[in-house]
């Protein structure tokens, strides 16, 4: 009987144990793959086969990638230590500094190649964005040679629709300009425009005042060309899809609806930041952003009655913005990839 | 194999410990089961709670040199105490570093006491910029 007993209760324990082993073994293969995904997104030699098909410029265009979720732009900062100023990456030489204002492509003003087509042949669909594997700007000047001094490009084979100025107001995001220009350069040009990337650094430890510096870029982009169309993009956002065109239409367009920090939906109806596009005509009829709307950046800066000043911007648009902008021009650096415009912009009266 | 077993049961622990940010219906149910709705309509607190802190427990800003904490964004300037020594002295009487915590009962307590005096919501400013019309979009 005991036998009997003890033949029958070591059965259910025997594959009890199977089973906890095949689970076990289980877990550590699924760990091992994970581990292996992990080590691919990393610059190692023999996984480059999963790289190669990662963000590539215009004309490879293959099969549209899958989107993945664009990573939040705070594990990026973390990902590279050090932030290169840009004066060493290339050094800029001081004759070239200043620019003349430019008149278009040469050569081509009899014979006026066909408008571009709407939308662009080139376009691939959704892109793959990350942030983990570091960009450099000599490489992307290298993968984009068709690029003139200053960010500029202009189609050959067609006339864009438009002529874009990108105006990026900055201070101290290097790393996050780096991969802007790494995955915008492709994107604007596979969407056939004719662009100029402007930079606009506020200069000094004041609170920072995008408004304003997006006003300065309006009117000094102006200066080079007869930009038609504005687009007003924060350093720090990158479009994940290349059918969503930086250019103009017909009224002010929000471009950046959908961010992936915001759940992919509008974080309230009435908001407009981050990328934005304004013809030369909607931006004067509106007299460009208000000037005197300081703050704004995140938890370290300080806040100046944001609020506020907020509610008060639909009364004072007449007497404040581009009508009333005051600025001093520091410097302007001609970069391949960018122009850079410097600016001090006094402090909150 | 068992020896493994306290390091497994650390890994699952240790993400539950990280800052919350709430998802704005998570928040209305957690504000409806709190009794939030008697102290204020919930569009306009939800509304308000996201531009000031976009839901998340940790937010921590600096707005003219004074601290505000939390997901309702309370200041060190007489609501909350920076030192154990002046929690009485402090309106919702709670040491400000309290309320960046997952466990947001003791932001709700201090909100609820900031509703019952004369300017209530409007305490916030981000109330009265943002969250007086177009609320159909902070239902739930």
């Known amino acids: ?349 | 194999m068992m020896s493994l077993l306290p390091l497994l049961l650390l890994g699952i622990v240790f993400p539950a410990t990280q800052a919350i940010q709430f998802k704005k219906c998570e928040l209305s149910q957690i504000f409806k089961e709190e009794g939030m709705e008697k102290y204020f309509p919930l569009p306009e607190l939800i509304c308000t709670v996201f531009h000031i802190s976009g839901f998340e427990t940790e937010t921590k800003v600096n707005n003219k040199g004074h601290q505000e904490y939390g997901i309702f964004q309370i200041s060190n300037n007489g609501w909350c105490a920076e030192k154990e020594e002046d929690i009485t002295k402090s309106v919702c009487g709670i040491l400000c570093t309290k309320l960046l915590d997952d466990d947001i009962t003791d932001d709700i307590a201090c909100a609820k006491k900031i509703l019952q005096l004369p300017k209530r919501l409007d305490y916030w400013k981000a109330h009265k910029t943002f969250c007086r019309k177009d609320l159909d979009q902070w239902n739930c």
């Not at chain 1, 036998?3 to 199977?18: D, I, N, R, T, V």
């Not at chain 1, 040469?106 to 983990?132: A, H, R, T, Y």
């Not at chain 1, 490009?153 to 790494?182: G, M, S």
């Not at chain 1, 609170?207 to 169309?229: H, M, P, S, V, W």
């Open chain 1, 1 to 349: 009987m005991k036998e009997q007993l003890l033949g029958s209760m070591a059965m259910p324990g025997k594959s009890l144990q199977k089973a906890c082993r095949l689970l076990v073994v289980f877990c550590a293969l699924h760990l091992l793959v994970t581990l292996f995904y992990y080590l691919s997104g990393r610059d190692f030699d023999v996984l480059q086969l999963f790289s190669k098909h990662q963000q590539s410029q215009e004309g490879r265009s293959s099969a549209p990638m899958t989107m993945t979720e664009v990573a939040r732009e705070a594990p990026a900062t973390s990902a590279a230590a050090v932030l290169e100023k840009p004066a060493r990456d290339q050094a800029p030489l001081p004759e070239e500094a200043t620019e003349t204002t430019e008149t278009g492509p040469p050569g081509k003003v009899e014979l006026l190649p066909p408008s571009c087509p709407d939308p662009s042949p080139l376009l691939v669909g959704p892109l793959n964005v990350e942030f983990v594997r570091p960009v450099n700007l000599e490489s992307i000047a290298k993968d984009n040679p068709k690029l003139r001094k200053g960010g500029r490009f202009t189609p050959e084979d067609c006339t864009a629709l438009q002529k874009v100025a990108i105006i990026i107001p900055f201070r101290n995001r290097d790393e996050h300009l780096r991969y802007w220009l790494y995955y915008l350069h492709p994107f604007l040009q596979r969407q056939q425009l004719d662009y100029g990337i402007y930079v606009i650094n506020q200069d000094g430890d004041e609170t920072f005042n995008r408004a304003k510096l997006l006003n300065i870029g309006f009117q000094e982009a102006l200066k080079e060309y007869d930009y038609d169309c504005f687009v007003f993009s924060d350093v720090d956002l990158i479009p994940m899809d290349d059918r969503n065109t930086y250019k103009c239409f017909e009224q002010p367009r929000h471009l950046s609806v959908s961010m992936d920090k915001f759940g992919f939906s509008l974080p309230y109806n009435q908001y407009f930041g981050g990328v934005s596009a304004l013809s030369k005509e909607q931006f004067l009829k509106i007299n460009g952003f208000p000037n005197n709307y300081w703050g704004w950046g995140g938890e370290d800066d300080d806040i100046y009655n944001r609020f506020d000043r907020i509610a008060h911007t639909r009364q004072t648009m007449n007497s404040d913005g581009l009508n009333s902008l005051k600025y001093q021009l520091l410097e302007i650096q001609k970069y391949p990839l960018y122009t850079k415009i410097t600016v001090d912009i006094g402090s909150p009266s």
